[in-house]
């Protein structure tokens, strides 16, 4: 008789405020891993993108809630890349510009959008063994996550590598503007009524200030091993 073998899900939820390197280290943790990566804030940026174009104000709880059936967003992935779908427009560039950040950051505070995003988020834990990274993830989306990471870095260091990441793109920015707005949108992550920024009980804290990327690559490949049993 055939004994069907159920493949145990694992789940990581790493949480931290804008620029802790959260996507770079979880992405690369998910293919050491073979997990499946799964970047939420492209969830709500491919959101706040629609809500641009349709020219509602972010700060509308009314008209960003007004447009929700409106919106059909999908995740593919290509070659490990996690790619969005907008209506079925492929917007994964698009939702990278800072006008997109700042807007992403504003409605997601409204508890519409987030209900609305919610359910796809968690489905893709079920199906699969996930890395998903966020502000939420360890408190709200994936309270059961095997693993949670909170991973932080003083607002300069985040400043200094979204500054960095935008010049390599060719999009320059002044330093002491993007310190400004990475301040702002910690304060619109985290004083929020609906599921703010901050770690879970149970999470494990990691402080990127001061280490570089391989050393926390390494930190949280152990982390996830430790608490995953793996
Ligand atoms: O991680 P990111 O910078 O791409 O996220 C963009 C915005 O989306 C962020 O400022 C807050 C919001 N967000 C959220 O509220 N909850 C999540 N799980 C992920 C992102």
Not at 6 to 29: F, M, Q, Y
Not at 72 to 86: A, C
Not at 100 to 128: G, Y
Not at 160 to 185: I, K, M, N, V
């Amino acid at each position: 008789m055939e004994i069907e073998k159920k493949e145990r899900k694992i789940s990581v939820a790493i949480d931290g405020p804008s620029g802790a390197g959260k996507s770079t280290l979880a992405r690369a943790a998910a293919k050491e891993l073979d997990f499946l990566y799964v970047d939420t804030g492209a969830i709500y940026r491919t959101a706040a993108l629609y809500m641009l174009r349709r020219k509602a104000a972010p700060e509308s709880a009314g008209e960003t809630a007004a447009l929700l059936p409106e919106i059909d967003i999908s995740m593919t992935y290509s070659g490990g890349i996690q790619r969005m779908l907008l209506n079925g427009e492929d917007v994964t560039d698009r939702i990278r510009t800072q006008e997109v950040s700042m807007a992403a950051s504003v409605v997601a505070a409204h508890p519409p959008v987030r209900a609305f995003l919610l359910e796809m988020q968690r489905n893709m834990a079920k199906e699969h063994s996930v890395i998903m990274d966020g502000r939420d993830i360890g408190t709200v989306v994936l309270p059961e996550a095997d693993v949670k990471i909170f991973l932080t870095a003083s607002s300069e260091v985040r400043a200094r590598r979204r500054w960095l990441e935008l010049e390599q793109r060719g999009t320059s920015r002044e330093f002491a503007q993007l310190l400004r707005e990475t301040r702002e949108r910690d304060e619109n992550d985290s004083r929020r009524a609906a599921s703010p920024l901050r770690p879970a009980p149970d999470a494990v804290a990691l402080d990127t200030t001061e280490i570089d990327f391989q050393e926390s690559l390494a930190r949280i490949i152990q982390i996830i091993r430790e608490r995953a049993g793996l």
